[in-house]
């Protein structure tokens, strides 16, 4: 069976990880992705799949609705998987605004585009920090799909509006969706302004590791792939209107990954630098996946410790990719490419 796959936000991190296990898997699928290419998305990223016949990239902010409206015409999509949005906690904090625009509005475009041209099957990818955070000294207490709501940041107060649209087009609208709430993701492309990436990025360069607080705030980490085939589980065997949570059951304090990050490069612990911690810094986040478990049979399988190895590696080996982040210069990427096609 052929089915056109929209993937909004593959230039990203996920997105892009995403876009490469749907091709590798579904060979017969023709993937669309659309991208603004803000500052976290990154056409090299792409490089691999963009001269590929099934493969097609377009230039576009989900709030564009005029533009948006054409290319579902014009291409008749199957299946949208609304990775874009602003993902940084620390941008949402600064200047909230785009978060509300990207993450609230251009969803309820691409629903609205979904229901105009055919009903189309939407899946959001949302995040656990919609729940907000668990205490430290409660280790039995974990995120389900039960939770309530109760976000901290612009960012996941946005993410969580979103979700709030995409149950509301569902019940009012009979749209065919699902929303999949994930843990902290790591791994390949991911942009060096997150925890993991931006410690190996410093200590590669002998720069101070900036530790918010005291470093004792706890994620749950998975490995980008384990993400991707769990939404890919959802696409095919998730029960319509459903939310499933995705998580690695892999708790780590925050001080000990940098830690570990140093260790595994050879770098001193004295480039650890703590700084003034985030504004409203939520504690823990812990989810219980055990319903995409007894339902869709998925488990993360990669360990933490092959998982943290293998993305060092990638930062080694693929050096030219952040360095070009950043330094800067991945703005022009795009240019150079394109501008005398
Ligand atoms: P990212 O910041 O790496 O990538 C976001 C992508 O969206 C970029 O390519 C960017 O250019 C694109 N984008 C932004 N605004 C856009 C717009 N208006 N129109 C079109 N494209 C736009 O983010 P990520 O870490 O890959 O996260 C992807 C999704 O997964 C987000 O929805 C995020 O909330 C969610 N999520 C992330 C994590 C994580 O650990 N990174 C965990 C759970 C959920
Ligand atoms: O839980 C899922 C969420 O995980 C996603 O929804 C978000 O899009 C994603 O960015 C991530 O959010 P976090 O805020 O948890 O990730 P971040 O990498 O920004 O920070 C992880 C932890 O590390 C957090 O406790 C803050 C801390 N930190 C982060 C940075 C960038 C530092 O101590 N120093 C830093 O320089």
Same mark, same amino acid.
């Given at each position: 069976m052929s089915k056109t796959v929209f993937v909004t936000g593959g230039a990203g991190f996920i997105g892009s990880n995403f876009i490469f296990h749907m091709m590798d898997k579904y060979p017969a699928y023709r993937i669309v992705c659309l991208?603004?290419?803000?500052? #976290? !998305?990154?056409?090299?990223?792409? #490089?691999?799949?963009?001269k590929k016949e099934n493969f097609r990239f377009v230039k576009i902010d989900i709030c564009d609705r005029e533009g948006i409206y054409q290319l579902f015409e014009e291409e008749?999509?199957?299946?949208?998987?609304n990775f874009a949005a602003e993902s940084h906690v620390d941008r949402s904090i600064e200047d909230p605004e785009v978060f509300l625009k990207t993450n609230i509005l251009g969803t309820q475009i691409l629903m609205d585009a979904c229901r105009k041209f055919g009903n189309i099957r939407f899946h959001q990818v949302?995040?656990?920090e919609v729940y907000g955070d668990l205490p430290l000294d409660r280790p039995d207490l974990l995120f389900t799909e039960e939770t309530p709501i109760h976000t901290s940041s612009p960012y996941s107060a946005a993410k969580a509006s979103a979700d709030l649209m995409v149950q509301a087009y569902h019940r009012t609208f009979g749209l065919p969706v699902t929303i999949s709430r994930?843990?902290?993701?790591?791994?390949?492309?991911?942009?060096?302004?997150?925890?993991?990436?931006?410690?190996?990025?410093? #200590?590669?360069? *002998? /720069?101070?590791?900036p530790v918010?607080?005291?470093?004792?705030?706890v994620r749950d980490w998975l490995y980008v792939e384990d993400h991707c085939k769990a939404i890919d589980l959802i696409l095919h065997k998730g029960r319509i209107g459903e939310v499933y949570n995705i998580g690695g059951h892999n708790e780590m304090r925050n001080i000990d990954i940098v830690r570990l990050i140093?260790? #595994?490069?050879?770098?001193?612990?004295?480039?650890?630098?703590?700084?003034? *911690?985030? /504004? !409203?810094? *939520?504690?823990?986040?812990a989810i219980d996946p055990t319903k995409i478990h007894n339902e869709l049979g998925w488990l993360p399988e990669t360990r933490f410790e092959e998982g943290i190895q293998k993305t060092i590696q990638w930062y080694l080996d693929n050096r030219e990719w952040w360095e070009t982040i950043i330094s800067g210069e991945y703005q022009n990427y795009? /240019?150079?490419?394109?501008?005398?096609?």
């Open positions: 991208d603004k290419l803000t500052y #976290a !998305g990154n056409l090299s990223t792409l #490089a691999s799949v963009l008749k999509p199957d299946v949208v998987v949302s995040t656990d994930c843990s902290n993701n790591y791994g390949p492309y991911h942009f060096p302004e997150k925890l993991i990436p931006l410690m190996i990025a410093n #200590a590669l360069n *002998d /720069k101070p590791l918010y607080g005291e470093g004792l705030n140093c260790k #595994a490069l050879d770098k001193p612990e004295s480039l650890i630098t703590y700084v003034a *911690d985030r /504004k !409203g810094h *939520d504690m823990r986040y795009y /240019k150079n490419m394109y501008e005398n096609r």
